[in-house]
């Protein structure tokens, strides 16, 4: 079992909360979600897609990686059938990030351009990859970075649960080794502070600044102090010591 720990905040722009945070470790499931919708229609498409997704992975017997997927298809169905179903909730939907222990593996679902961050021996990198036009127009059109932080079209998702039938689904699988680091985030944390600092927050392992609850504020302060123009949350995973004891867990299940 991954110690676990999530925190959310509305950041310093937005009067209300559309990212979701819900961690379920008796399943091994970690999932965050950054709904879009007017009035509150943003927040209901990032809860009802977590909890759907956490409800199909529960009732099912198995925890393997077609189960996640199929978790985000009824999530994406759900999302999209309300929408349909009421005025005012027309037009929303979200990002999701999942994640779900399958043995000594992880899996990974995303839809969108919310992110998993992996931090281990080997370095800092991405898993995850944005559903997004500067990912996947604006750069291969060989647009340079700073045109591609400035252009009309930055924010625009090219996929996001609730939007429509189709739904194309990132998956990865990784190990996640004793001490490694595995986070999640909306793009209010990545998307307004550079990689860097999130990697020096991560790597920061002197007196207190290792627990994940402290690593959480930290990241969450840095992109509120860089303007917090948006909802900022984020989820990080540690992999579990070899000889694990009860008091080396902490988990904290985020509304």
């Excluded at 996929?159 to 190990?175: E, R």
Aim: hydrophobic share 40%.
């Amino acid at each position: 079992m991954l110690e676990a720990f999530a925190l959310t905040d509305v950041g310093r722009v937005r009067t209300n909360n559309e990212d979701c945070a819900l961690l379920v470790p008796e399943i091994g499931l970690y999932l965050l979600a950054d709904g879009m919708g007017g009035a509150r229609a943003g927040e209901m498409a990032s809860r009802l897609a977590v909890d759907t997704v956490a409800e199909v992975v529960r009732q099912s017997w198995q925890r393997d990686p077609q189960v996640l997927l199929s978790a985000v298809e009824e999530a994406n169905r759900r999302v999209l059938e309300a929408s349909n179903s009421d005025p005012q909730l027309e037009g929303m939907g979200t990002t999701l990030v999942a994640v779900l222990e399958t043995g000594d593996d992880l899996a990974i679902a995303s839809v969108g351009d919310s992110r998993a961050y992996l931090l281990d021996e080997a370095g800092f990198r991405a898993i995850t990859e944005d559903q997004t036009w500067v990912h996947e127009v604006g750069r291969p059109l060989g647009l340079d970075e700073e045109s591609l932080r400035n252009h009309p079209m930055r924010h625009v998702l090219t996929m996001a649960i609730g939007v429509g039938g189709a739904l194309a689904v990132h998956y990865y699988m990784i190990k996640l080794k004793p001490s490694a680091l595995l986070l999640m985030c909306s793009d209010g944390l990545h998307g307004v502070i550079e990689p860097v600092v999130i990697e020096n927050i991560l790597r920061d392992n002197s007196s207190g600044h290792d627990q994940l609850d402290y690593k959480c504020r930290t990241l969450i302060e840095a992109a509120k102090e860089a303007g917090g123009p948006d909802n900022v949350t984020c989820v990080l995973l540690r992999g579990a010591p070899a000889w694990p004891s009860a008091s080396d867990h902490n988990y904290h299940p985020v509304a």
